[in-house]
């Protein structure tokens, strides 16, 4: 579908809308890269709000389960929120959500198994795994579970 000239900010925002969940700010910057003007994008995003078509909340959940589900740690998530304009207090309020769901220990320990076969022979290997779960936002807490309770099953 090709975008007309003349699309109001609100045009723009439900086809953005209709793919994915976006946070404000993200859609924000989106609009005003297509153009318009900012009192029209605010506008139109606080109206999209009221009418329960965008929601930072509704993002960070669903933005939360996704990156679980590819086995990111809390660390990165909460970085990567707060990077997409998602305030502190929602961001803290989606965690609460996910927390009956989600045990980190556990997730980092499979994340761990899935991509290597081993604790490591050597210190150099051991680091590297070590550096993969810290690269995926795993706190050390996390990391010692997973590099102790990874293979448990094997």
Excluded: N
Aim: net charge negative; proline share 3%.
């Amino acid at each position: 579908m090709r975008e007309t000239a003349e699309s109001t900010p609100r045009d723009d925002a439900i086809r953005l809308l209709a793919r994915r969940e976006y946070a404000r700010g993200e859609l924000r910057e989106r609009l005003a890269a297509k153009g318009h003007a900012a009192e029209d994008v605010e506008a139109c995003l606080l109206e999209l709000e009221e009418q329960g078509l965008q929601s930072d909340a509704r993002f960070a959940e669903s933005f939360l389960r996704s990156r679980v589900a590819r086995g990111q740690g809390p660390i990165k998530l909460r970085a990567e929120l707060g990077r997409r304009g998602i305030d502190d207090d929602i961001a803290r309020q989606a965690f609460a959500e996910l927390a009956s769901e989600v045990d980190w220990f556990e997730l980092a320990a499979e994340v761990l198994a899935r991509r290597f076969t081993g604790p490591g022979e050597t210190p150099r290997e051991r680091a590297r795994r070590e550096r993969f779960l810290a690269g995926r936002g795993f706190d050390f807490e996390q990391l010692r579970h997973a590099l102790t309770h990874a293979w448990d099953d094997i």
